[in-house]
């Protein structure tokens, strides 16, 4: 057989992708390949499950307009499916006077994003909200919510592969060789070729090794960020309500260790963000040769690191400091103690980087002959997975 389309990835980008491949195209022959055992195995099942509404980013840019776009469409389709799903609201708080300004620009951002409901809200009423925070002004949020997206993905299998003409998903099967031809392609998985008329990679901490094996020339480099969470023991969880975020710092494109109400009544605290020695390494002693080699032998990882090298010592102490990352958490809640707090899940984030150490901000998705690469995908790619399915099908519509 000669497949309509390949894709890479059964995250929630390409399980996304091929559900909106098959809206468009009923009768194509189609084949997803992921190379563990299950579907969302990477960063998919290992984020802290927001569904975010678009407030942070620049306007205009792919993140603001697939976040808006891909949320609303996440929760009609949470709905419509019954994955589990809250839209409980968050709050961004200001601990000092020293982050108000930045609040403000957040806020009017915001505004620009056209996001629903946002408002700028007192300390008094921060505490209608969340009892148990100590803080100085802060933004309300009310579309933002959280989601079981394992879930999400698992109801998108299951309505493509139930389809008339259904999705060919091969499991346990590693995409390690590509032959470009001008009518179909070739793809290897375990050693067995298959043929598809056009590629789709969505690779998320593969994304730059599965470009080159297609032969794109790719200046950047993905290099892994692990996030480590605690989670409130019993005796702590009615100290937290919502969702709650500290004002970012604007230098660093991460958001900040949170609090996360999850949708089994879970309270996760976190994540930080350290340099990880292994891109799919999910305990804090993680490492593989392989991947520490590639990152610290590219120019950018150490422009980064030595660049921020307070921050990044900081939060590489943190990570393996319970101290540390509670004091960091008592800057929202005060009142919590070493009691309050226990060791829990990681992840690790796909970050592309460029020469310089500087972070690709934005969604970047390209193609060039008939493959199709979402090179960069970082949060908020969850909440927009929807959306970039159907950018990519566009896309599609464009090479035909």
Same mark, same amino acid.
């Given at each position: 057989?000669?497949?309509?389309? %390949?894709?890479?990835?059964?995250?929630?980008?390409?399980?996304?992708?091929?559900?909106?491949?098959?809206?468009?195209?009923?009768?194509? #022959?189609?084949?997803?390949?992921?190379?563990?055992?299950?579907? !969302?195995?990477?960063?998919?099942?290992?984020?802290?499950?927001?569904?975010?509404?678009?407030?942070?980013?620049?306007?205009? +840019?792919?993140?603001?307009?697939?976040?808006?776009?891909?949320?609303?469409?996440? @929760? %009609?389709?949470?709905?419509?499916?019954?994955?589990?799903?809250?839209?409980?609201?968050?709050?961004?708080?200001?601990? #000092?006077? +020293? /982050?108000?300004?930045?609040?403000?620009?957040?806020?009017?951002?915001?505004?620009? #994003?056209?996001?629903?409901? =946002?408002?700028?809200?007192?300390?008094?009423?921060?505490?209608?909200?969340?009892?148990?925070?100590? %803080? @100085?002004?802060?933004?309300?949020?009310?579309?933002?919510? =959280?989601?079981?997206?394992?879930?999400?993905?698992?109801?998108?299998?299951?309505?493509?592969?139930?389809?008339?003409?259904?999705?060919?998903?091969?499991?346990?099967?590693?995409?390690?060789?590509? /032959?470009?031809?001008?009518?179909?392609?070739?793809?290897? &998985?375990?050693?067995?070729?298959?043929?598809?008329?056009?590629?789709? $990679?969505?690779?998320?901490?593969? %994304?730059?090794?599965? &470009?080159?094996?297609?032969?794109?020339?790719?200046?950047?480099?993905?290099?892994?960020?692990?996030?480590?969470?605690?989670?409130?023991?019993?005796?702590?969880?009615?100290?937290?309500?919502?969702?709650?975020?500290?004002?970012?710092?604007?230098?660093?494109?991460?958001?900040?260790?949170?609090?996360?109400?999850?949708?089994?009544?879970?309270?996760?605290?976190?994540?930080?963000?350290?340099?990880?020695?292994?891109?799919?390494?999910?305990?804090?002693?993680? $490492?593989?040769?392989?991947?520490?080699?590639?990152?610290?032998?590219?120019?950018?990882?150490?422009?980064?690191?030595?660049?921020?090298?307070?921050?990044?010592?900081?939060?590489?102490?943190?990570?393996?400091?319970?101290?540390?990352?509670?004091?960091?958490?008592?800057?929202?809640?005060? +009142?919590?103690?070493?009691?309050?707090?226990?060791?829990?899940? !990681?992840?690790?984030?796909?970050?592309?980087?460029?020469?310089?150490?500087?972070?690709?901000?934005?969604?970047?998705? /390209?193609?060039?002959?008939? !493959?199709?690469? @979402?090179?960069? &995908?970082?949060?908020?790619?969850?909440?927009?997975?929807?959306?970039?399915?159907?950018?990519?099908?566009?896309?599609?519509?464009?090479?035909?």
């Amino acid at each position: 057989m000669i497949y309509d389309f %390949a894709v890479i990835g059964g995250g929630i980008v390409g399980m996304s992708t091929a559900y909106k491949l098959k809206l468009k195209f009923p009768e194509a #022959n189609i084949i997803l390949f992921e190379k563990e055992q299950e579907l !969302s195995a990477h960063q998919t099942g290992h984020n802290s499950g927001v569904i975010h509404s678009g407030l942070y980013y620049t306007p205009g +840019s792919l993140k603001a307009e697939n976040c808006f776009e891909g949320r609303h469409e996440l @929760v %009609a389709f949470a709905k419509k499916y019954n994955v589990p799903h809250d839209i409980c609201g968050k709050v961004i708080v200001a601990t #000092n006077e +020293s /982050e108000l300004q930045h609040m403000d620009r957040i806020f009017n951002n915001g505004l620009q #994003n056209k996001i629903e409901g =946002i408002a700028k809200v007192t300390k008094e009423e921060i505490k209608d909200i969340e009892p148990f925070v100590e %803080a @100085v002004a802060g933004i309300h949020v009310p579309c933002t919510g =959280i989601i079981d997206y394992p879930a999400v993905v698992n109801t998108l299998a299951k309505l493509v592969t139930e389809d008339t003409v259904p999705v060919e998903l091969k499991l346990n099967s590693k995409v390690d060789r590509v /032959e470009k031809g001008e009518e179909y392609n070739t793809i290897y &998985a375990n050693g067995e070729g298959y043929k598809a008329k056009k590629l789709i $990679f969505c690779g998320g901490l593969q %994304a730059d090794r599965l &470009a080159k094996l297609d032969e794109v020339k790719l200046k950047e480099k993905v290099v892994p960020f692990r996030g480590d969470y605690y989670e409130l023991t019993e005796q702590a969880k009615h100290k937290v309500q919502h969702l709650i975020y500290p004002v970012p710092n604007p230098d660093f494109p991460f958001l900040g260790v949170h609090f996360t109400r999850m949708t089994n009544g879970d309270i996760e605290c976190g994540p930080n963000a350290v340099f990880s020695f292994k891109r799919e390494g999910y305990s804090r002693t993680a $490492f593989s040769l392989k991947d520490t080699a590639n990152a610290l032998s590219y120019k950018g990882t150490w422009k980064l690191l030595c660049g921020n090298m307070g921050y990044a010592w900081m939060e590489y102490r943190r990570g393996f400091s319970k101290k540390l990352f509670l004091k960091t958490l008592q800057r929202m809640i005060p +009142s919590l103690t070493m009691d309050d707090i226990e060791k829990g899940r !990681s992840g690790v984030r796909a970050q592309l980087l460029g020469l310089n150490g500087e972070t690709r901000d934005d969604f970047r998705i /390209e193609y060039s002959q008939n !493959s199709i690469h @979402v090179l960069n &995908a970082p949060s908020p790619a969850a909440t927009a997975g929807l959306a970039i399915g159907e950018k990519i099908v566009k896309m599609v519509q464009e090479m035909v």
